[in-house]
């Protein structure tokens, strides 16, 4: 299994982001996808998360300014981030499992990463 992030990048307080995730190599019907992030000296933490039944999860410091979405075809994965702020700078990594999703836990597949800066 396969995931390639995109998509970070620099932008100002209050600017908007979209991340893609591209994934190969998976193929089963039950899975979760998701996002996590960390930054510098803290622990990788979960953002989104969504499962092949459609069944959303967003963490509470991200809820109403992120949408997590797949493409038609299931094997890409995004995050629209708007209204950013300082707080959102990390490095976001996507992720994926042959499995329901459960609070974030338990995921076997990460990608390389991508990195959001938010400036003040």
């Known amino acids: 299994v396969q995931l390639k992030e995109s998509g970070g990048g620099s932008v100002q307080t209050g600017g908007s982001l979209r991340l893609s995730c591209g994934v190969s190599g998976y193929t089963y019907t039950k899975h979760c996808m998701g996002w996590f992030r960390q930054a510098p000296g803290k622990e990788r933490e979960g953002v989104a998360e969504?499962?092949?039944?459609?069944?959303?999860t967003y963490a509470d410091s991200v809820k109403g300014r992120f949408t997590i979405s797949k493409g038609d075809a299931g094997n890409t994965l995004y995050l629209q981030m708007n209204n950013l702020k300082p707080e959102d700078t990390a490095t976001y990594y996507c992720?994926?499992?042959?499995?329901?999703?459960?609070?974030?836990?338990?995921?076997?597949?990460y990608g390389q990463g991508t990195q959001v800066t938010v400036s003040s």
């Open positions: 992720a994926t499992d042959h499995k329901y999703c459960d609070g974030f836990a338990n995921f076997r597949y």
């Open positions: 969504i499962d092949s039944d459609g069944v959303i």
